[in-house]
């Protein structure tokens, strides 16, 4: 039983695509989180939902938009896909007691 | 404002040699701390947390840290290093409520020479 799913686990499309990636938590966190995993590995997060409400919004380009139906799912919507969103990205959920991420989906901007 | 700092992005060690991957993190509200093993081509996975209580928290594969509020830092040891520790390791530091966001550091890279 998957606790954090994200589809799909690779995406490859050309610039100015427009594409979504899906995450879904069975654990009853009431927050979800997507961060970006740059090419050096680094990880920064993007945005942060709780209970449906938007909560952080790390100055992230208009083209990115997440969107949560309800606590369970959050999925993120990228406008004209440019070259530099080439990363993975990760959905995460929490609680008070820890945070549990997604496997990531590498998406790939050619 | 939260921040986390890991010391030497690259750690190379001999097989049984002691690993250690050196944290010092920035907090204005007491941390929680947290280590993630991120292995080649795959997500994120949890070492182990330091919240509240004992300061020495051991992890998984042998693993532990220990939480020194006195030099702000959450170094993890582990005595022995195996092949299979070879891996991205990510030291995070978030707040004490449900809604905080994980702040990670930059990685260290830990090689594992035979």
């Known amino acids: 039983d998957t606790a954090v799913s994200q589809t799909p686990k690779y995406l490859v499309t050309q610039m100015g695509n427009d594409k979504s990636i899906k995450c879904e938590q069975n654990l009853g966190h009431d927050t979800m989180y997507w961060y970006k995993q740059d090419s050096k590995k680094f990880l920064k997060i993007m945005f942060s939902y709780n209970n449906k409400e938007l909560i952080i919004n790390e100055t992230v380009p208009n083209r990115f938009s997440p969107k949560s139906p309800d606590k369970a799912h959050l999925n993120l919507h990228i406008n004209s896909l440019e070259l530099g969103d080439s990363a993975v990205y990760f959905c995460?959920?929490?609680?008070?007691?820890?945070?549990?991420f997604g496997s990531g989906t590498r998406l790939t901007v050619v | 404002a939260q921040s986390v700092t890991q010391l030497g992005s690259h750690v190379s060690v001999s097989e049984g040699a002691l690993v250690l991957l050196r944290c010092n993190y920035s907090s204005s509200v007491p941390p929680y701390l947290f280590w993630y093993v991120q292995y080649p081509n795959q997500g994120l996975q949890l070492l182990l947390k330091?919240?509240?209580?004992?300061?020495l928290v051991k992890g998984i594969n042998g693993f532990e840290a220990e939480f020194k509020k006195s030099e702000t830092s959450f170094h993890l040891t582990k005595p022995s290093a195996h092949m299979s520790d070879a891996a991205e390791y990510f030291c995070a530091v978030s707040g004490l409520r449900n809604t905080d966001k994980l702040i990670f550091g930059t990685g260290t890279r830990l090689q594992v020479f035979p």
């Open positions: 330091y919240t509240t209580g004992a300061t």
């Open positions: 995460a959920s929490s609680t008070n007691y820890g945070y549990t």
